[in-house]
């Protein structure tokens, strides 16, 4: 199992014991790697080991069923997208000024935001964080595995967490100082 396959088995079984039940039942069955390289040949990005586990694992959330976008974070603020949704926002944003080209969309909060794979070097770039009301977006974690160990670590340490209204929550100031522990190379924890 890939270090990726673990944080992600970890991530499941931490939603598993929050009792995310929507959002669980909400996430849609793998595809095969070969689907994932040929969808994103359609928009001439690179595949990659790391997304063709994560897509493997879930090809992202189903929204079609959904009353409240907070019921389906993956973790706080942000949902899944499946292949299909993040290539239609690769499109939707291919000329926006505050785009760069190779900027896959893996992460949405509903509202604009994105956690992005920046495959416009390499296929094993590093993710941003692209805001939709600031013109820069800063790399917050070296690679996609990067960030699921950091996921996978905040939901262990008890920084992810049900508040009693039912949303997935976090202790921003704790998380902070744990993606700086497992990202130290990375400017953003660091400032």
């Known amino acids: 199992m890939t270090d990726l396959s673990s944080s992600l088995a970890t991530i499941e079984k931490a939603l598993e014991r929050l009792g995310r039940r929507v959002l669980l039942e909400s996430l849609q069955g793998g595809v095969p790697a070969e689907a994932v390289r040929s969808s994103l040949s359609t928009v001439d990005l690179p595949s990659s080991p790391e997304l063709e586990t994560l897509y493997g694992w879930k090809n992202g959330t189903s929204t079609a069923s959904v009353a409240a976008v907070d019921d389906i974070h993956l973790f706080p603020g942000f949902y899944l997208l499946s292949l299909e949704d993040a290539l239609a926002n690769y499109r939707a944003f291919a000329n926006d000024a505050r ?20 495959l416009s070097q390499a296929a094993t770039g590093p993710v941003r964080h692209f805001r939709i009301e600031e013109s820069e977006h800063p790399i917050e974690f070296g690679s996609l595995d990067a960030l699921t160990e950091t ?8 920084i992810f967490f049900v508040d009693p209204s039912g949303y997935l929550e976090m202790d921003d100031l704790v998380f902070a100082g744990v993606a700086a522990e497992l990202n130290p190379d990375i400017a953003w924890w660091r400032d």
């Open 99 to 118: 785009w760069t080209v190779g900027w896959l969309p893996l992460f949405a909060n509903g509202g604009g935001d994105f956690y992005v794979l920046d």
């Open 151 to 158: 996921l996978a670590a905040a939901f262990n340490r008890g």
